[in-house]
T-cell receptor, first 113, second 112 residues
Framework: AQSVTQLGSHVSVSEGALVLLRCNYS??????LFWYVQYPNQGLQLLLK??????LVKGINGFEAEFKKSETSFHLTKPSAHMSDAAEYFC???????????FGTGTKLQVIP | EAGVVQSPRYKIIEKKQPVAFWCNPI?????LYWYLQNLGQGPELLIR????????DSQLPKDRFSAERLKGVDSTLKIQPAELGDSAVYLC??????????FGEGSRLTVL
């Protein structure tokens, strides 16, 4: 069975500071991993995905994530936070070969001016 | 390219009333998902379709929820009768074989 754990339901950073949102997964087979962003009253939008190619994945809006198999982690980072990054972020896992996608409980990012 | 379209965006009903949500996925996406999202939570899968076949409906409360995907395109999710605890956002998503999901804006249900 696959699952995702997001550490920290709320994260606050200052504008211009590093953003680090944590995600750990469990999967019995090599996983596909995703980060999605959700703005208020909107659906989820794909930020980036890992599909067993490069372990460092670059996404939209300056975000990137690194797949670390030894740590079963897929943390999301951005070097410099912008006010527009304030949103809720969800990590998700899909076991290879299956279409079922499981989401974490989300991390709400607050950016302080 | 048009995205996933859902309607209605908002619905307020009294308990025990029926309600239906509609979803039009992205053209060419064979997989369609309905997720439930409670406030402050991540999406939870209700049902997944491959074309017109429901391949995973283990989390769908079948005593009051039903879904269909006629002709493998549009889909409808119905609740009858609605309960107070059904207040949530119902998200529809579709996806290609590469695994990423494309979400609609959701249908927010309030049951009074």
């Amino acid at each position: 069975a696959q699952s995702v754990t997001q550490l920290g339901s709320h994260v606050s950073v200052s504008e211009g500071a590093l953003v680090l949102l944590r995600c750990n997964y469990s999967s019995s087979v090599p996983p596909y991993l995703f980060w999605y962003v959700q703005y208020p009253n909107q659906g989820l939008q794909l930020l980036l995905k890992y599909t067993s190619a490069a372990t460092l994945v670059k996404g939209i809006n300056g975000f990137e994530a690194e797949f670390k198999k030894s740590e079963t982690s897929f943390h999301l980072t951005k070097p410099s936070a912008h006010m527009s990054d304030a949103a809720e972020y969800f990590c998700a896992v899909r076991e290879g070969g299956y279409q079922k996608v499981t989401f974490g409980t989300g991390t709400k990012l607050q950016v302080i001016p | 390219e048009a995205g996933v379209v859902q309607s209605p965006r908002y619905k307020i009903i009294e308990k025990k009333q029926p309600v239906a949500f509609w979803c039009n996925p992205i053209s060419g996406h064979n997989t369609l998902y309905w997720y439930l999202q409670n406030l402050g939570q991540g999406p939870e899968l209700l049902i997944r379709y491959e074309n017109e076949e429901a391949v995973d409906d283990s989390q769908l409360p079948k005593d009051r929820f039903s879904a269909e995907r006629l002709k493998g395109v549009d889909s409808t999710l119905k609740i009858q009768p609605a309960e107070l605890g059904d207040s949530a956002v119902y998200l529809c998503a579709s996806g290609p074989d590469t695994g990423e999901l494309f979400f609609g804006e959701g249908s927010r249900l309030t049951v009074l």
